[in-house]
């Protein structure tokens, strides 16, 4: 649709949206949907009544406010304030794919930042136009690859990391026993930069911005010479307009020969309803139980798996960050299972792992699922991300997913010499060779090495041979020995995982869905409702469990919430502080499948 009304004479347009005639809006106001995209968008169901208002939007809330201001007849245009987004590559490319549907049904797209990093412009460049204020900048300066490692800090405080691993490309353990990379670990981490680089930066800016018909040299030469100021982003062709926001909607308004540009503020977004602390009463809203989604017709369940997989009850802790829990899961998937409607399962991953036990109970209890099950890789699926995932019928990534990492590793941070260094003296009485195989005080003795690397060998054989048979299921045969070249810890982008046959399509979770429709007999367009799991909790909730899921009497998730705390004040020291916080999380699993856990593409 083009945005060239008369003033003279007012009528109403009939369009098409999605096969049906809706009405448009006044031709002299031109309404734009205002959207922000801010921060990590996260993949998980958001928790009811929080104590202090409604929780922030996941990420499938966003794609679904766009989906709306796109069939909705009264918006004109898309308005996207893209403030610091802190995404992976598969919800980025996710994003992209819903402006390009915006822009596909007839309608224009605006993208303003005050300034941006790669994949703020990156999405900002899926829009029609690209504005910055003169005081703003584009941060555009290329890819880097940051792995954090731990072993000098640790000997300086007396502790040591004892930690094994099945796989030479496996490189968690690595950053608490050594002070650099491996060259394995280097050899994977630079395929996927070089992959990343290539394809999601330099080929996405010559196929966003085809009016400058660039080349590849002359992107990587504009990469280098980053980053910005907002005039010099216009000179290079870069951004298309330089002015402050309301500056921007006046020049808008002139172009579009509109009377009136209309920002529809927060389109879409629903309102908080914060609690009066000062009313005595209040206490009873955390009381009340969250709604239960109920289902009516054909269903499609769509079950997240987001964060650290863990043994016991997952979701938010009350201050900490997300985790998959494997009772959770496993209740949800047999809701799913149970529900009459529920005409398939989508299981929705953006993980980095965790517990090989907690991995192979959520693996299992989809391979046992009757109905058909899809699953949609989001940023990262990796090592336990990809083990659950190796159930599904059907394996869709987005093209910059990082997945794979098939591999274990296994261990205990031994702090006996931080007990030295402070003063805390330890004698041990024992009976049995290996009784010390778990103790913090000293590290695996021969006979404990051994018999830990036996375990972790046979979980290993396992996640493979699982693995391999998951492929032959979904009609990729493969023989050990070339899946062996596959596996060993070996890190992969989405692309690269489709090309060597770890996945079988390249998609959304649009796609994702659309495949598990027509898998339970539907067309791939048929009208499903969608059952969200695992079901939401409300305050209460998250407050008991946080308590009650304990081991040896100890809250499981009080060093992640307190270490997160301390790092909150410093994103910096918050990110270093993240990474120690997940391996937390697992120091009672003897065996882990979770990729690296500070490597970050940016």
């Not at 703003?136 to 940051?146: D, F, I, S």
């Not at 109920?294 to 499609?300: K, L, N």
């Not at 778990?438 to 054989?461: C, H, Q």
Request: proline residues 3%; aromatic residues 6%.
């Amino acid at each position: 649709m083009r945005f060239a009304f008369s003033c003279a004479i007012i009528v109403s347009l009939l369009v098409t949206v999605d096969g049906a005639f809706v009405r448009a809006a006044e031709p002299s106001t031109i309404t734009l949907a205002h959207i922000r995209l801010h921060g990590d968008l996260s993949e998980a169901p958001t928790t009811e009544d929080p104590i202090f208002g409604s929780a922030a939007e996941n990420f499938q809330s966003k794609i679904d406010r766009i989906l709306k201001a796109q069939r909705d007849a009264s918006i004109n245009g898309l308005f996207l304030h893209i403030d610091g987004l802190e995404i992976g590559w598969g919800k980025l490319n996710e994003l992209r794919q819903a402006v390009a549907r915006f822009r596909h049904a007839g309608k224009k797209a605006y993208a303003y930042l005050e300034s941006g990093g790669s994949k703020d412009y990156l999405l900002a460049i899926s829009c029609d136009e690209v504005c910055l204020p003169e005081s703003g900048w584009l941060l555009l300066t290329g890819m880097r690859a940051e792995v954090s490692f731990y072993k000098d800090l640790l000997d300086k405080i007396g502790v040591k990391a004892d930690m094994l691993q099945m796989g030479s490309y496996k490189g968690t353990g690595e950053i608490l026993t050594q002070n650099h990379m491996s060259p394995a670990f280097r050899e994977r981490l630079e395929s996927v930069l070089d992959d990343h680089f290539d394809k999601d930066l330099v080929e996405l800016l010559i196929q966003s911005r085809t009016k400058q018909q660039w080349s590849q040299e002359q992107v990587k030469k504009l990469i280098d010479q980053g980053p910005y100021t907002a005039k010099a982003a216009a000179a290079a062709g870069l951004v298309d307009r330089v002015a402050y926001r309301d500056q921007f909607e006046q020049e808008l308004k002139k172009e579009l020969k509109a009377e009136q540009i209309k920002i529809s503020k927060n389109y879409g977004q629903a309102k908080e309803e914060e609690i009066d602390l000062t009313n005595p009463f209040a206490i009873f809203k955390l009381l009340k139980p969250p709604k239960k989604a109920t289902t009516s017709g054909p269903t499609i369940a769509i079950i997240y798996a987001t964060g650290v997989i863990v043994s016991g009850k997952g979701g938010d802790s009350l201050l900490g960050g997300e985790v998959v829990g494997s009772t959770t899961m496993i209740e949800a998937i047999r809701q799913a299972e149970n529900d009459k409607n529920v005409k398939a399962i989508v299981l929705r991953v953006d993980s980095p792992g965790g517990s090989a036990l907690a991995s192979d109970l959520i693996w299992n209890e989809l391979r046992r699922s009757k109905k058909p099950v899809v699953a949609s890789m989001s940023d990262t699926a990796a090592s336990g991300g990809y083990y659950i995932s190796m159930a599904a019928n059907k394996i869709f990534a987005e093209p910059g997913t990082l997945t794979g990492s098939i591999g274990v590793v296994g261990g205990k941070v031994v702090i006996g010499g931080l007990f030295d260094l402070v003063g805390v003296k330890t004698e041990v009485l024992a009976r049995g060779a290996n009784s010390g195989i778990f103790s913090p005080s000293t590290p695996f003795s021969e006979s404990e090495r051994k018999a830990i690397t036996a375990l972790m060998r046979d979980v290993y054989d396992q996640f493979v041979d699982k693995a391999i048979q998951g492929r032959a299921r979904a009609g990729r045969k493969f023989d050990k020995e070339e899946f062996l070249k596959l596996a060993e810890g070996r890190i992969w982008t989405g692309r690269q995982a489709k090309a060597n046959g770890l996945v079988d399509e390249l998609g959304t979770l649009d796609d994702a869905i659309a495949s598990a429709k027509v898998m339970a007999g539907m067309k791939k367009d048929a009208e499903v409702e969608l059952l969200v799991l695992p079901n939401a909790k409300n305050f209460i909730d998250v407050l008991m469990e946080s308590r009650s899921d304990t081991r040896l009497g100890e809250p499981r998730y009080i060093s992640t919430r307190v270490l997160t705390q301390l790092g909150s004040p410093l994103p910096e020291i918050g990110k270093h502080v993240r990474s120690l916080s997940g391996l937390l999380q697992l120091r009672a699993d003897p065996v882990w499948t979770m990729i690296p856990c500070r490597v970050e593409v940016k």
